[in-house]
């Protein structure tokens, strides 16, 4: 059976069997739920990798990775880029690259760690340590020298602010005492900012970025303005698009404002769509505008050089 779509439906990933709104296509309905079905039964240990191979299934090794930066959007971005046709995302954070152990398991194992995908699809993960780590950029150039790598970028300082607030969270949850933010970016000795306190060093963009620019070139990483996928998700999108030359799919169609949660969500298709999880989007603890303000003028050089190497300017203070 084939169902001819509605105004521009077609599907956005053949494996899960969603549907959008992208082409006039007609579709074998009835193919895609068989592979969907035989996808299930695969996982529940029933179909056999031979059926899984005459259907053209495979487990790719990522041909985009989204290596940072931790509380920058990654998560945001890899749903969004999901919605994609072509592209299908690894759900979890692999941390193949930036965990001694799990990298010693080899590049079968990160392999295995893919969702089946159709060999025209690209597969992406997201493990925002990989921006951080030291030994990451090597690693990832042993595996593939000329892979597409994006950086999803906050206002440096909302960055650190949004990466205390997590920990901040995960204390709390413990019923754990913890630090003012204030106290923690500030080095109560020498009244300047903390370079020691880890989310104050993950905001210098570009001392993490030259040591990645010792293996790839510039032309490898796409920069993607993570303030603005928030407010205005589509051209950053398409921008993204454009860096992994695929044709452009994704739609305002696919996006809408959800006003309770404040942020865009995900429209997959007229039954089905989804908001990220409520750890995205945390208030924030107000902070003094005084170490605001400090901050944001001990990032300022760093975020200039940032803007000269990637040739990418923000609006930041
Ligand atoms: N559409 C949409 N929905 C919800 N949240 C969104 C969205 N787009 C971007 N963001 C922002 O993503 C921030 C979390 O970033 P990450 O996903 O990189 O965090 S993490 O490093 O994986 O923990 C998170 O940061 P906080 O607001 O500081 O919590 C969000 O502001």
Redesign the pocket.
């Known amino acids: 059976m084939w169902l001819k779509t509605g105004p521009g439906l077609q599907p956005i990933c053949p494996i899960d069997g969603r549907f959008g709104l992208h082409g006039q296509d007609e579709i074998p309905l009835r193919a895609l739920q068989f592979k969907r079905g035989l996808l299930h039964e695969f996982r529940k240990g029933n179909a056999s990798k031979e059926q899984i191979r005459l259907h053209s299934l495979v487990q790719q090794i990522p041909k985009a990775i989204i290596i940072g930066?931790?509380?920058?959007?990654?998560?945001?971005l890899l749903e969004m880029l999901n919605l994609h046709p072509a592209v299908v995302k690894a759900s979890q954070?692999i941390h193949f690259f930036d965990n001694d152990e799990n990298y010693a398991k080899g590049i079968e194992w990160y392999r295995k760690k893919m969702p089946f995908s159709y060999p025209h699809q690209i597969t992406i993960e997201k493990s925002?340590a990989y921006f951080i780590t030291e030994e990451v950029p090597e690693r990832i150039y042993k595996m593939n020298s000329s892979i597409k790598l994006l950086i999803?970028v906050r206002e440096p300082t909302?960055r650190a602010i949004?990466d205390y607030?997590?920990v901040l969270e995960g204390k709390e949850r413990k019923n754990k005492t913890y630090y003012k933010f204030e106290k923690l970016a500030i080095d109560s000795n020498t009244c300047e900012v903390n370079t020691k306190y880890k989310a104050v060093r993950t905001s210098i963009y570009t001392k993490h970025l030259e040591r990645w620019l010792k293996y790839f070139p510039i032309e490898q990483f796409h920069i993607v303005d993570?303030d603005r996928?928030?407010t205005e998700?589509l051209p950053e999108l398409q921008l993204v698009e454009k860096f992994l030359n695929l044709p452009p799919r994704i739609s305002q169609y696919n996006l809408y404002f959800n006003a309770t949660?404040g942020?865009?969500?995900l429209r997959f298709n007229i039954v089905f769509n989804k908001?990220?999880a409520g750890?995205?989007?945390?208030i924030?603890p107000e902070v003094d505008s005084s170490v605001i303000t400090k901050l944001r003028k001990f990032f300022h050089p760093f975020n200039q050089k940032f803007y000269q190497i990637t040739g990418r300017t923000f609006n930041w203070p």
Not at 69 to 76: E, L, P, Q, S, Y
């Open positions: 930066v931790r509380k920058g959007g990654t998560r945001a954070e925002p999803i909302t949004s607030t997590q993570g996928l928030i998700p949660r942020f865009y969500c908001c990220l750890s995205k989007g945390r924030h």
